[in-house]
């Protein structure tokens, strides 16, 4: 087979009812040095581009996708504008969308899936129209825009109700799955994975898709235990280096959001370290430790670190941002500043309903959100209704109670803490810190009352359980 043929036959693969691709097919592409690329016709080469990122994508290297899509698939795509068949330019352009939307470039996936749809409209194609149909809406939903991705969801249906073309492609069973969890419908959710064929695939997005699928089943339906165990597989499953970084990220943030909801804020900070936001912040894990701060009665932390979020990232993804506000109006709120909670509340709901999206909360204090949702109804009546008839059948969920008290250091014991952890005895403590031993006694003492415990093993414990000694992962701006 040649790369022509390969090229050929990698984008045809999405559209419904076409076969996977054979190993052997993505073995072509990937072996075939870039100087034959070179010497392909101008139109060739962009298809072939086009194939080989979504062959890297196939072998865990989506970053490496998404660069060889910016230096070398779209200008190549640009060139053949006015000569390349138009399903052909809107095969390529999918296929660039796929691989942005895998690093978290929402809108680099949406604006590609909107060229694509219009070659498809182009071309009259109804399976070019049906694949690109659900790539934007995908994008768009990972983007936070519901309203528009339902109704383009309503449009890939009607076009659908009229083929035979048996199970869905991931981007439409993500959208499908994602817009049923804001609805609060896990039946729905169900249905779309049952439509979806994805048990013996050896498409690894495909697999990834399904995974991340069953947690937010798992999550709609309150069973978080369930949610662990598949996010755990994700994460730490074979498909780990494979596994697209967007949809991973998403299995991390879901699994720390449960254990947070579950009463183990330290073991969730444990599952983040290292985790750094993408600078679109698809997946915003400043949003996710402020939800942590806010568990362990830390409201100026939340604030804090939400603080480049809605300061310093104007690319800020639409679809985590009115939560980040709605974490800082509770912030506000916990810290009895109830006007610019009022704000911050309201903000997050403006946006929430222009967006069309409103999810369950998790992991926060019921009562201040109750506070926040009955002053907002007060205050903007019309605005608190469109909220009401939005939020999911099942309500706001209860997080469990925590198992300790969180503690509260002052500056000094949150520099003797995590010397506690270490093998230095008290007199090298002391020397660390060149300070005299009676200094640390007494200071240790001091932070035993506090913990409420009797001894240094105990105050490690109880350190370690408030997540204490865990480095989070610090905040990205969008320029980075």
Known sequence: MSVVEAATAVLRCGLPGQPAVPRSVIDVILGTPSGDLGRLRPQERAACVAALVWCLVQSGQAQAAADLADREGMPLLRRVAVTAPAQTQSACYAVLAEAYLSVGRCRDSTDCARIALDYATESGNDAHRFRTLGLLTASLVENGEFSAASDLLAVADDIGAGHDWGAEKWPLVLARVLINYRRGDPEGIQVALDSFEWSDSDDVVERAVSQIGLIWLHVAREEYRELLVVADK???????????????????????????????????????????????????????????????????????????????????????????????????????????????????????????????????????????????????????????????????????????????????????????????????????????????????????????????????????????????????????
């Open 234 to 480: 994700v994460v730490r499953g074979a498909d780990r280096h494979c596994c697209p970084p967007f949809l991973r990220d998403q299995a991390v943030y879901m699994k720390a959001l449960t254990l947070i909801h579950l009463g183990d804020p330290g073991a969730a900070l444990r599952s983040l370290a290292g985790r750094r936001s993408q600078p679109e912040h698809p997946v915003c894990f400043e949003l996710m430790l402020a939800t942590v701060h806010l568990r362990l009665g830390e409201p100026r932390k939340a604030l804090q670190v939400t603080e480049a979020c809605v300061g310093n990232c104007p690319d800020h993804n639409l679809r985590t941002l009115p939560s980040v506000y709605f974490r800082r109006a509770v912030a506000y709120e916990l810290l009895g500043h109830h006007d610019p909670a009022d704000a911050e509340f309201s903000r997050a709901a403006h946006l929430a309903a222009d967006l069309g999206g409103i999810s369950p909360v998790l992991g926060l204090p019921v009562s201040a959100v109750e506070r926040l949702y009955l002053r907002l109804m007060r205050d903007e009546p019309e605005l608190g209704r469109l909220i009401t008839a939005r939020i999911p059948g099942t309500g706001y969920p209860a997080p469990k109670a925590l198992g300790f008290v969180p503690p509260q250091l002052t500056e000094r014991e949150v520099v003797l803490a995590p010397l506690l952890a270490t093998d230095l005895t008290l007199a090298g403590i002391a020397d660390r810190l060149k300070v005299s031993i009676n200094t640390v006694k007494t200071q240790t003492r001091t932070l035993y009352r506090k913990l409420e415990v009797s001894g240094r093993a105990e105050a490690v414990d109880s350190l370690e359980q408030a997540g204490f000694f865990v480095n989070p992962p610090g905040p990205v701006s969008a320029g980075q």
